[in-house]
């Protein structure tokens, strides 16, 4: 099953129709959820409060219009609603562990007009096992194309199943982006260094990376791209001219906010592409 949350802002609209398309290539069900957030009703009320009717009817008036949005856009789409009292982030995150894929918009209606992600999403990108889809409110033209970030990390296996996927169901080429830098020593004039071994050892680890990922794949276009750049320019960049753009979660430590990596935090925010990210 893929779930949607939504909410009623532009960004939530263009998570829906995004949802409502993979549902429907994917071949599974789409379940639209909309939480009604009680957090600021019960300050200072008791845990049981009852919320009033009116913020209740408005949330079900939210999903039948997203209903009646989904059922337009994919008439072959399989799709259920679901009305739940509690804090977004947690009751999505919850919802999430028995989906097969999360999908949501980049920036609520309670967001900055500045703020380019909300913290809903961004929480969730980083702490929910399944692949979660940000999807941003701005209607970009068909590209035809799917961007993966190649790595040497155990993350990026995952990522890469799924980009694999995603390229095969849209019948479009998928882009194995991987950007190194040197190392800072690199610069210094006594110290020799072998770029074209480097670029060689760098074009080498992505095509291994793709040997073992595309064996499943094998009518997937790839193209090879590795870049002398940071990841974070190099992604963001390609995500101009992309469908879709998939990173793993890169995190590491035991504190939450480290879960999301700095390379898949940043692209999330700069990136306008709808942006996958995946964990192990």
């Avoid at 071949?27 to 009680?38: F, S």
């Avoid at 990841?231 to 995500?239: Q, R």
Wanted: net charge negative.
């Amino acid at each position: 099953m893929i779930i949607v949350g939504v909410d009623g802002s532009v960004a939530s609209r263009a998570a829906l129709e995004w949802a409502a398309g993979d549902a429907v290539r994917r071949g599974l069900p789409l379940r639209i959820v909309h939480v009604v957030d009680t957090s600021w009703y019960q300050v200072g009320k008791r845990p049981d409060a009852f919320l009033p009717e009116t913020v209740l009817d408005a949330g079900r008036q939210v999903l039948r219009d997203f209903e009646a949005l989904a059922r337009e856009r994919q008439p072959g789409a399989e799709v259920t609603t679901e009305l739940v009292q509690g804090q977004p982030t947690e009751t999505l995150r919850a919802q999430a562990e028995s989906a097969a894929e999360l999908v949501v918009g980049s920036r609520g209606l309670g967001g900055f007009a500045g703020a380019l992600l909300g913290s809903v999403s961004m929480h969730l990108a980083g702490h929910v096992h399944c692949p979660v889809v940000v999807v941003h409110g701005e209607h970009l033209p068909a590209a035809g194309e799917v961007v993966v970030g190649v790595d040497d990390s155990p993350e990026c296996e995952a990522a890469l199943a799924y980009a694999y996927e995603q390229a095969e169901l849209r019948g479009v080429p998928l882009r194995a982006l991987h950007a190194w830098q040197l190392p800072v020593h690199a610069y210094a004039p006594e110290v020799p260094y072998d770029l074209d071994e480097v670029r060689a050892t760098r074009l080498q680890l992505v095509r291994d990376r793709l040997k073992d990922a595309g064996r499943d794949h094998p009518k997937v276009s790839v193209i090879e791209d590795v870049q002398c750049a940071h990841p974070v320019d190099a992604l963001t960049a390609a995500a101009e001219h992309a469908d879709l753009l998939v990173v793993g979660s890169h995190g590491r430590g035991a504190l939450e906010s480290a879960l999301l990596g700095s390379v898949s935090r940043n692209v999330l925010h700069h990136a306008r592409c709808p942006v996958a990210v995946v964990r192990t």
